[in-house]
């Protein structure tokens, strides 16, 4: 029998701490005995759990004990048939997936829009990337989903392809026909893997989506730390099914990660997910009804108004725009200025996420403080919105981005980048896109909207800027 109320990862710490007598061991904090005077005030209730493989603690790259059975306890919460703990984000887990599944040279699906984490994989494992199109409304500029008979014509297109990588939901909450991915992906008999980052909490309410275990998805890689309620670099990787080996991926992620993982990270994943089925399911119920008399009140505005994305939706994300040429940058500036801190702006809309620790009353002054935003939106000097290009028509590369990458390369700036092909990732952050892509040319539409960007404050990674902007570009 499955106790769920147990957490015996964070019961394991609690023991240790309560019969220790004598520490000597790392880390050389030693509990927090030895630290920043001032710092020790804020750190010390965690530093007491920051111990090591020691005692009955068990060891996170060979679990036996009480962290193999806190991811038993995971699993079967999330409904997965194996779960493991990671301490280096969702990141980590797209690597070892990869890792696991390609060898070099051996071509692998991926949606165009996924995370940067998921080409550097591509790239570590020397795979080749076959890229799933971004479509775009044309009325609204807003990303369509994916269609899943693409995915079904390259597949048939790409025999040798070892597994099919998308996201879902989106950094903006959008979410994808799953399902329907899974079973055009398991008629070729290849795995999905879903980068489920922003998706810890669904399938634990019927407000929300099914997760994509629940969709049928052989890999879900979820930040445990951004929807539910573990500590920051804190994730779970969850897995079913036959077509992938849940063994290899904890060899690589051994490789990958820390020899010397973090037990208050580890353990609050323990909790989490302890809490999660204790309170979740009344306490998004809660949540939900709030949201809705927000969204209500929110209706009313003249000038901000709710971005509705294609497809399903998650509703503990909220994205705003507004009119009169003022963009997401000058909305999250404008209420940082009042201390409300949200979580991305973009060229166009800026994000709000709600969560488990969302109140009633924090709803109540951030939706007075945007009543007082939309009145002052006429008043905002317009920066002139400037349009998202589209992503470029992907020709898959005849090699992989890590050999695009070690070609000759020179570096020149960016406004003369027109037509010329970058060896970087260009990866406006957040949400961590990547806009170009190693093998891709630099299009002028591309050149203006990142000129915008960065003029108007975003930041963008891979442009260095020791004067002008410059982009590594092959020579």
């Not at 920051?232 to 993982?261: C, D, F, N, Y």
């Not at 488990?356 to 008043?379: N, Q, Y």
Request: charged letters at 20%.
């Amino acid at each position: 029998m499955v106790d769920q109320n147990r957490a015996p990862l964070f019961e394991a710490l609690i023991s240790h701490d309560q019969k220790s007598k004598g520490n000597f061991h790392v880390p050389g904090h030693k509990q927090g005995r030895a630290f920043d005077e001032n710092g020790n005030r804020w750190f010390h209730p965690i530093l007491r759990l920051d111990l090591t493989e020691v005692g009955e603690l068990d060891d996170l790259h060979d679990p036996h004990g009480v962290i193999e059975q806190a991811q038993q306890l995971a699993a079967r919460a999330f409904q997965a048939e194996h779960t493991l703990f990671l301490v280096g984000g969702t990141t980590a887990g797209n690597l070892a997936t990869i890792l696991h599944l390609c060898q070099p040279g051996d071509p692998i699906i991926v949606h165009r829009n996924c995370h940067q984490s998921v080409f550097h994989a591509c790239i570590l494992a020397g795979a080749v990337p076959v890229y799933l199109k971004t479509s775009v409304d044309g009325t609204n500029g807003l990303e369509m989903p994916v269609d899943p008979e693409e995915v079904r014509t390259l597949l048939s297109q790409n025999p040798k392809a070892k597994a099919v990588v998308i996201t879902s939901p989106s950094y903006f909450g959008m979410v994808q026909p799953v399902r329907s991915i899974a079973g055009v992906c398991h008629e070729f008999d290849v795995p999905l893997v879903v980068d489920e980052a922003h998706g810890a909490h669904f399938g634990f309410h019927p407000g929300f989506p099914l997760s994509a275990m629940q969709c049928g998805a052989d890999v879900a890689i979820q930040s445990t730390h951004k929807m539910l309620t573990s500590m920051t670099m804190s994730s779970m990787l969850h897995v079913q099914g036959k077509r992938v080996e849940v063994t290899e991926i904890a060899r690589w992620l051994r490789m990958i990660e820390s020899s010397s993982p973090s037990y208050p990270l580890m353990a609050s994943l323990d909790l989490a997910r302890r809490y999660v089925v204790q309170h979740g399911y009344d306490e998004f119920d809660k949540l939900l009804v709030h949201l809705n008399h927000f969204r209500g009140n929110i209706d009313s505005f003249r000038h901000l108004h709710e971005v509705v994305f294609p497809g399903g939706q998650d509703p503990l994300k909220l994205s705003l725009r507004a009119g009169s040429g003022i963009t997401g940058y000058q909305l999250a500036g404008w209420l940082e200025e009042r201390g409300c801190y949200t979580e991305l702006a973009d060229h166009d809309k800026v994000l709000f996420v709600f969560s488990l620790g969302t109140t009633e009353a924090e709803l109540r002054r951030v939706a007075d403080l945007l009543a007082e935003l939309d009145e002052s939106v006429p008043d905002l000097q317009g920066d002139g919105k400037i349009s998202m290009p589209p992503l470029p028509e992907s020709v898959s590369p005849v090699e992989s981005l890590g050999e695009i990458k070690k070609g000759p390369r020179e570096q020149i700036p960016l406004a003369q980048a027109v037509g010329r092909i970058s060896t970087e990732m260009i990866v406006p952050y957040p949400p961590g896109i990547p806009l170009i892509l190693p093998g891709e040319p630099f299009t002028p539409e591309v050149v203006d909207y990142l000129m915008s960007v960065i003029r108007q404050g975003g930041n963008v990674r891979g442009i260095f800027q020791p004067s002008a902007p410059h982009v590594s570009v092959l020579k």
